[in-house]
C-alpha cells in the first residue's frame, strides 16, 4: 500500500514563502565594502528575489541555466540565493580565492551564462573574460552610482535591472530533484570537481540543520554567517536561518577582520556564528589585545578543518562561548556530524568534556557513517581502530557534474570522504587524517591532526602543520612546521619538551621548523600540498 499523502516537492520557494509570510519582519542585516550596515527584512528580501527573477527572465535566463556568483557574504548575495533556484535555473558559488586557471576551469566546466560580481571583482572577471567560453554577461552588484569602469562587453547594473521590475513573478512550479546549486570542491588535487545540489537536499539538509541535536536556530535568534557564501552554501545558513525565522547577519567582506567581526556581533546581539577556525583565531587574537568581550555570543559553529582544543579551551575560558565543532564537505552539502552539548556530556568534568568535544561529534540525522579497512571491512567503533570515513545519506554527492561515475563511490554505494577516523561506541568521530595525508612510521600511524592540536596548546604557538617526510629507517616520519605568535619566540626545544607532556614519545618529531605563514586554501585551510612541495628537499639522516 502507498501512504496517501501530498506530493509536495521540496523546494527552495517554498522555504522563501514560509519566511515571508511567517518572518516577514525579521532583519536581514550586512556590512558593506564602505563599513556601513544595510539592513532590511526578510519580506523586503524576497520582494528583491521576485524582482531579481524578473530580471533573469529578461536576460534570457532558462530553467537549468548555471547562473555564477562571485561574491561576499551580503543581502544581495542572499537574494540571489533565492531568486536564481526560484527560476528553476542552477546557482553556481564561485571561490574568489581560486587560481587564474581554476577560475577558467570551473566556469567552463558548469557552463555558467552569467556571473553576478560584487564591484571588486570585475577587474579580476575582465582579466580573465576572454577564456570564457558559454557566459553572455555581468551583472555588478552595486547601483548606478557604484559601477566600476570596464571594458568587458554585457555588462549591467544589478540595481538597474531590479529597479525596471514590479516584484510581481510568477514562480514556476519545480521538481524537487532539480539542481539549485553547484559548488567545486577544493581541488587539492587535480581539478576541482562540481558537486551539484539539488532543492531536495538543500531543503532537507536545512530541516535537519534546525533541529536541535544538529545546529538548532531559532526564531528571533540572531546568526551571523561568517563562513563564506561562496563555499557549500554557507552551510546552509540562509536557508536554514530563514526556515527558522532567525535574524541573519552578514560581514561582507570583513570575514576575516576580528575587530570588524566583534565589533558586528556586540552590535547585532549575535547569539550564535558559525566559521572556520581560522576566522576564530583572527577573531580571538582581537579580543585579547583589544580585551573585547563578546556580551551576547553563545555559540561558535567550528568546522571545515580541524579545529585545536586550545581555541575552544580559550573561547570558554575567556569569553564563555561554548565552541561546537562540526564535520562535514563539498560532498556532503556539508552537514555531516555535529558535537552538540548533551546533559551528560555538561555534566563531566572538563578534561573529560574537552577530550569529547574535540571529535567531530555524532553523525547528524540522515547521515550514516562507517569506517572501513582497505578490503572494505567494518572496523570497529571502539574509539580507536582507525578506518576510512564513508558516508551516504540523502545530502551526499552520487556523481560530479560531467564525470559519468562519481569515482569516491564504493561499489556497495557510500562516498569515500579520503578522511581516517576512529569512532567511539557512543558514535563519536575523530578525523585522524586526510588519508593522503597520514604519516604512517614504522608502519604505524600518527595522527597529523592529534600532532598540530597538541603543539597549539602551547601558548606561544599561533600555526602549526605536521607532514609526513622520508626517513631510511623508519619509511617516514612527521615534521612539524609552526608559526609562532606574533612577538613571541619559541625554541625547538621548548616544544619538544611541551610535546613530551602531550602525546606518545615516539610521535615526537625530530625536527620541528619554524616559518611566517603557512599556505592556505582557497577555502582557508592548511594546504598540505602546497607544504610538502614547500619542504620537498627535506629529509631525515638514518
Ligand atoms: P571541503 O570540501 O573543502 O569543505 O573539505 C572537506 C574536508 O575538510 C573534509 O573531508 C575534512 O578533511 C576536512 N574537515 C572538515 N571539517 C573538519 C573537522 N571538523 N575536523 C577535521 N577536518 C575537517
Not at 553576478?116 to 551583472?139: C, E, H, N
Not at 531559532?218 to 551571523?224: C, G, I, Q
Request: aromatic share 10%.
Amino acid at each position: 500500500m502507498l501512504g496517501k499523502m501530498m506530493d509536495f516537492q521540496l523546494t527552495i520557494p517554498v522555504v522563501m514563502r514560509h519566511a515571508a509570510r511567517i518572518h516577514g519582519d525579521t532583519e536581514i542585516v550586512s556590512k558593506l565594502a564602505d563599513g556601513s550596515l544595510h539592513r532590511y527584512r526578510y519580506a523586503d528580501a524576497f520582494k528583491r528575489a521576485a524582482k531579481l527573477a524578473g530580471a533573469l527572465e529578461k536576460l534570457g535566463v532558462k530553467q537549468g541555466d548555471v547562473i555564477g556568483t562571485l561574491a561576499w557574504n551580503s543581502y544581495r548575495h542572499f537574494e540571489l540565493y533565492y531568486g536564481i533556484p526560484g527560476v528553476g535555473a542552477v546557482c553556481h558559488t564561485i571561490n574568489p580565492r581560486l587560481s587564474d586557471e581554476q577560475f577558467d576551469f570551473v566556469l567552463n566546466d558548469a557552463e555558467d551564462q552569467w556571473v553576478f560580481v560584487d564591484a571588486d571583482f570585475l577587474p579580476l572577471m575582465s582579466r580573465l573574460a576572454d577564456k570564457f567560453k558559454t557566459v553572455k554577461g555581468y551583472v555588478v552588484l552595486c547601483d548606478e552610482e557604484a559601477m566600476p569602469a570596464h571594458e568587458l562587453p554585457n555588462v549591467y547594473c544589478y540595481e538597474t535591472l531590479l529597479a525596471e521590475q514590479s516584484g510581481e513573478f510568477d514562480w514556476p512550479e519545480l521538481e524537487e530533484n532539480q539542481a539549485c546549486g553547484i559548488c567545486y570542491t577544493s581541488g587539492t588535487t587535480g581539478n576541482p570537481k562540481g558537486v551539484v545540489y539539488s532543492h531536495r537536499s538543500t531543503v532537507l539538509i536545512s530541516l535537519t540543520a534546525n533541529t536541535s541535536s544538529s545546529v538548532g536556530m531559532l526564531p528571533e535568534d540572531s546568526l551571523l554567517a561568517v563562513v563564506p557564501m561562496f563555499h557549500v552554501n554557507a552551510w546552509n545558513i540562509p536557508y536554514a536561518g530563514a526556515m527558522a525565522g532567525a535574524k541573519m547577519v552578514f560581514p561582507g567582506r570583513f570575514m576575516g577582520d576580528g575587530q570588524a567581526l566583534a565589533e558586528l556581533m556586540n552590535a547585532e546581539r549575535v547569539r550564535f556564528a558559525s566559521g572556520v577556525p581560522t576566522v576564530w583565531l583572527a577573531l580571538l587574537q582581537y579580543l585579547r589585545e583589544s580585551n573585547t568581550k563578546l556580551e551576547t555570543v553563545e555559540r561558535l559553529m567550528v568546522g571545515g578543518a580541524a579545529t585545536p582544543l586550545a581555541l575552544m579551551q580559550a573561547f570558554e575560558e575567556e569569553q564563555g562561548i561554548f565552541m561546537q565543532q562540526g564535520w562535514g564537505m563539498t560532498e556532503t552539502s556539508p552537514l555531516g556530524t555535529m558535537n552538540m552539548p548533551t546533559p551528560s556530556m555538561m555534566a563531566m568534568e572538563k578534561d573529560e568534556q574537552f577530550a569529547l568535544r574535540k571529535t567531530v561529534g555524532r553523525p547528524t540525522f540522515g547521515i550514516e557513517v562507517r569506517i572501513v579497512d582497505d578490503a572494505l571491512n567494518e572496523m570497529p567503533w571502539d574509539g580507536k581502530s582507525p578506518g576510512s570515513f564513508q558516508v551516504r545519506g540523502p545530502w551526499v554527492c552520487s556523481q560530479y557534474l560531467g564525470i559519468e561515475k562519481a569515482d569516491a563511490h564504493t561499489e556497495d554505494g557510500w562516498f569515500d570522504t579520503g578522511d581516517i577516523a576512529v569512532i567511539d561506541s557512543k558514535g563519536y568521530v575523530s578525523i585522524t587524517d586526510r588519508s593522503k595525508d597520514v604519516i604512517k612510521s614504522g608502519g604505524e600511524w600518527i595522527s597529523s591532526a592529534d600532532l598540530e592540536n597538541a603543539v597549539m596548546a602551547h601558548d606561544k604557538v599561533l600555526e602549526a602543520a605536521a607532514i609526513g617526510v622520508y626517513h631510511p629507517k623508519w619509511s617516514e616520519r612527521p615534521l612539524l612546521i609552526v608559526v609562532s605568535k606574533p612577538g613571541e619566540e619559541v625554541s625547538e626545544q621548548e616544544l619538544k619538551d611541551f610535546l613530551e607532556t602531550q602525546v606518545t614519545r615516539w610521535w615526537i618529531p625530530e625536527s620541528i621548523l619554524f616559518t611566517t605563514e603557512l599556505p592556505h586554501t582557497a577555502t582557508g585551510k592548511i594546504s598540505k600540498k602546497d607544504l610538502r612541495e614547500q619542504y620537498r628537499d627535506f629529509s631525515y639522516e638514518g
